[in-house]
């Protein structure tokens, strides 16, 4: 009995170890991506892009036409039959549930919350198309950049989306508004794999300054200020 005892307090004592360190490194890893940073911001470019957030989330907005490449090739209007205009389009990754489920703050539920964060789960694109040019202010950053870097960007954010014959999967009926949707999407969503980490990568893989490792949107925006 003793003995059993003995093990059990260890036990606890080897979880509560554990968790202790678990938040420590998390905690850290949350606030490196504000306080360190890779990559540079450019005064000109061939391509203007914009970053923007809700204080939470994400999303990248990149023109809709360009010499390089038209988003409607891959995003058809026809998803989008309400829409009043297709100046830039605003692409963001996340967690499917929580995209799906929780359209305003007050629709978050506790199980929603507790899903997207501590098990991997499915994911989906959520798609903006915009009417005029994404204003400066405190949650949207511009951001130039060369043509090489907006075709990688473009190539990184399409295989993001799930897709058949090289056409994207659309969810019906799955919108906010009349001129968004949502896309089935590759990747599982987690703590250490979160909306804002996607937007982090894309920036990092062309060159952008943002955190080394953000998963937070203050670990991106604040490096674009």
């Not at 003793?2 to 170890?17: C, N, P, Q, S």
């Not at 209007?77 to 963001?92: C, K, L, M, Q």
């Not at 968004?180 to 909306?195: I, K, S, V, W």
Request: one cysteine or more.
């Amino acid at each position: 009995m003793k003995k059993a005892l003995k093990y059990t307090r260890r036990g606890v004592f080897y979880f509560f170890e554990f968790f202790l360190g678990f938040i420590i490194c998390y905690v850290w890893l949350f606030f490196s991506g504000i306080l360190f940073s890779v990559g540079e911001l450019k005064a000109e470019g061939d391509v203007t892009i914009y970053v923007r957030t809700n204080g939470v989330h994400t999303d990248i907005c990149l023109p809709v036409e360009s010499e390089f490449f038209d988003w409607k090739a891959v995003l058809p209007i026809s998803d989008y039959p309400n829409a009043n205009g297709f100046e830039y389009v605003s692409i963001g990754w996340g967690d499917k549930g929580f995209f799906l489920d929780t359209p305003e703050w007050s629709d978050l539920t506790f199980s929603t919350a507790m899903n997207a964060a501590f098990l991997p789960s499915g994911t989906a694109m959520h798609v903006a198309y915009m009417n005029g040019t994404p204003r400066i202010s405190d949650s949207v950053a511009k951001v130039f950049i060369d043509a090489a870097a907006h075709e990688t960007l473009i190539e990184f954010i399409q295989k993001s989306f799930k897709g058949t014959n090289d056409k994207v999967e659309l969810i019906p009926n799955s919108g906010y508004w009349n001129n968004d949707n949502f896309y089935e999407a590759y990747g599982n969503y987690h703590l250490f794999n979160t909306c804002n980490a996607w937007t982090n990568e894309a920036l990092k893989v062309i060159g952008v300054k943002t955190g080394w490792y953000a998963l937070s949107a203050d670990g991106i925006m604040s490096h674009l200020k």
